[in-house]
T-cell receptor
């Protein structure tokens, strides 16, 4: 079935360094790839998303790249700050015949930014 | 503009009782998704609804679980005869658009504990 693999499961960086989280997906027809940030006790917050007609998208310190041939996409956070510490989830929306937009999530990456 | 609202935020039930979780989508959004998050895991899709219609319930357990999104009022996720394995965080997300074109915005979640 549809599957999204996310790595690493935990990531610790020094403040100011960059952080990279990678995801692979199984459904080659997936067209939409959002990234969510989840802080303890809160709901997931959309931070950036990319659609399959674009290879890269950037928003200030956050960027996402998409390689449809290899079926993987990555989140890049530059100049990390302690407030970036959270759990990050990637997701893919399988196209399929129903095309209902349901999201298939990765397992999450716990990012810790050390001051 | 208020975001997605969910209540209650915390719900404690004893085995065999019923749990009712409510979700009010963002203003102008007519699409609601429910997801379940087990401790230290990613979110799993349960059901997708539009007003008065269940569009995709492929992730919903066949027994004890039901969902509705009436013409008036919030979407309801109902769990009958709860068991300990139902303990999880339940999130709803709303979207203004149909299918994979619709960005999903999440609520704060309801944390269900079954004693």
């Amino acid at each position: 079935g549809e599957n999204v693999e996310q790595h690493p499961s935990t990531l610790s960086v020094q403040e100011g360094d960059s952080a990279v989280i990678k995801c692979t997906y199984s459904d080659s027809a997936s067209n939409y790839f959002p990234w969510y940030k989840q802080e303890l006790g809160k709901g997931p917050q959309l931070i950036i998303d990319i659609r399959s007609n674009v290879g890269e998208k950037k928003d200030q310190r956050i960027a996402v790249t998409l390689n449809k041939t290899a079926k993987h996409f990555s989140l890049h956070i530059t100049e990390t700050q302690p407030e970036d510490s959270a759990v990050y989830f990637c997701a893919a929306s399988p196209f399929g015949s129903s095309n209902t937009g349901k999201l298939i999530f990765g397992q999450g990456t716990t990012l810790q930014v050390k001051p | 503009n208020a975001g997605v609202m969910q209540n209650p935020r915390h719900l404690v039930r004893r085995r065999g009782q019923e749990a009712r979780l409510r979700c009010s989508p963002m203003k102008g959004h007519s699409h609601v998704y429910w997801y379940r998050q087990l401790p230290e895991e990613g979110l799993k899709f349960m059901v997708y609804l539009q007003k008065e219609n269940i569009i995709d319930e492929s992730g919903m357990p066949k027994e004890r679980f039901s969902a509705e999104f009436p013409k008036e009022g919030p979407s309801i996720l109902r769990i009958q005869q709860v068991v300990r394995g139902d303990s999880a965080a339940y999130f709803c997300a709303s979207s203004p658009n149909y299918g994979e074109m619709g960005t999903q915005y999440f609520g704060p979640g309801t944390r269900l504990t079954v004693l």
